[in-house]
């Protein structure tokens, strides 16, 4: 059997999968990019030798990442997805029908082309006629908007190194919180609790540098190494744990109980933050 | 770099960890035993290939197996350890000034030498006068014990396989039963919600044929392969969800909170017992 190890940032522990078939490898302005078929997964996108996303379980990633700051926030109309080019969190997004608009921007407009080809069930709403795709980096999007009129904005970033960095600076999420309207809120993901522990509370105190009300909850991800995954979620309004907006939307793993449920206890939040937790 | 590449039972993924060291490698009548020491993990100790804990991340699965329900409980005084011969879930047991007696029942003599040997500070509780070691199999020795006196009896086995099989029939529950004071209860892992979901499920329903009350938590365990640790636990007075138990003792990741936010909310657990949920 051919296997496909993966060796994530930073992860003390490489994974290995099994290669049914290699079904597309290539080198785009950014990234090498690779779509093998694995016996339990499925399809399998790996960027630069990380496992993105599987058809198996990429609806935990995309449903946590998009439903919490689309269900805390009353009425979303307006969102900008920064990353993602798979379309999977586009997807999650189109679901609610107060949005008029999605920014969906990527930097690697080959991500979104093989997206297209092999996951057609992943990148369904690109061509929603709501979705304006812009390719380009997402910080400079943000960077160049001059009116607050997003309601969220969602960063789906590869892992926190190489061109994704600059998504992850203060003068970013600064730039965040501009664009943003009064009850806006960004959200992004922070690697894994087990194994980024550090980097996750350095990321929630440089968004509590930037706004109100900062907060963190986890979900897990069988196929990120670590797979306690951590998403920071920012809100220039109210505490993104609160569920406000009542959508019911068809989702296989999110609901209003998971919502809640997610995010840390405050006790172990406050132990974290004061870095008294150690493993 | 020399690499240790574990496939776990059942797990569609395999996992390689770097090799620093490899401090002892054995065959018992029973098992292979190996240690090995990794950078980032320290030393691990593996059995039949499966990584069994490790020096760095083994209180996240000790502590939570444990304490749950010794804190649901009232007042433990008398436990079973029924596997779990590295000694993790002794040294936690013997945490609470209530404690009497701990039956500590592992089949293979093997694991608890090796583990004296490499992982004092894990096994450091086995000679404690409060501890009766037994070495034979834990059906067996459920089956033969004649009085219920025993508070929770915690089981601590290996991968649901081969020998460790025994530890989840109907019988060897039903036995488990009698041997429980009125408001005694029992817990075991039972694999990832991720890879092993029906399992899960099956040791619940069968759980629930011999106790009035059964339930689910969860915790993430970073070197078990799925990552998404379940829990069942069954009682034969209250529910397992509440604290009854107020002693305080030192800890690392569980706390009361901690107890409370491990079980999976009311309306997951629901479905996934209907079998609604996918992945």
Redesign the interface.
């Known amino acids: 059997m051919i ?1 496909f ?1 993966e060796r994530a940032p930073y992860a ?7 290669v049914e078939e290699i079904l597309y490898r290539g080198k785009s302005s950014f990234q090498e990019i690779m779509v093998i078929r ?4 499925g399809k399998m996108l790996i960027l630069d030798d990380v496992v993105q996303l599987t058809e ?2 990429e ?2 990633y995309h449903e946590m990442l998009a439903h919490v700051v689309l269900h805390a926030h009353p009425e979303p109309r307006r969102v900008a997805v920064i990353g993602g080019g798979d379309g999977g969190v586009v997807r999650e997004v189109l679901k609610y029908g107060t949005i008029e608009k999605v920014y969906f921007v990527e930097i690697d407009e080959e991500v979104i082309k093989i997206s297209r080809r092999f996951f057609p069930e992943v990148s369904s709403g690109v061509d929603d006629p709501r979705v304006e795709i812009r390719i380009m980096d997402g910080a400079d999007f943000i960077a160049k908007r001059k009116t607050a009129d997003i309601d969220a904005v969602i960063i789906d970033s590869t892992d926190i190194i190489g061109f994704a960095r600059t998504l992850f600076t203060p003068e970013f999420f600064s730039a965040v919180k501009s664009c943003l309207t009064d009850q806006g809120m960004c959200v992004t993901h922070t690697e ?4 980024h522990r550090d980097m996750v509370v350095e990321i929630q105190e440089v968004l509590k540098k930037v706004f109100p009300v900062v907060d963190l909850y986890t979900a ?1 991800i ?2 990120y190494p ?3 995954w951590a998403f920071a979620v920012a809100s220039k309004g109210g505490s993104p744990r609160e569920v406000r907006n009542r959508a019911s939307i068809p989702t ?2 999110y ?1 209003e ?2 919502h ?2 997610a995010f840390l ?4 939040y406050e132990k974290l933050m004061k870095r008294e ?3």
């Open positions: 296997k190890t003390p522990v490489e994974y290995l999968y099994d694995n016996p339990y997964y198996r379980d609806f935990f894994s609790l087990h194994f897990t069988a196929t670590g797979n306690w296989k793993f609901s109980e998971v809640g449920h206890p405050r006790g172990l937790l150690e493993w």
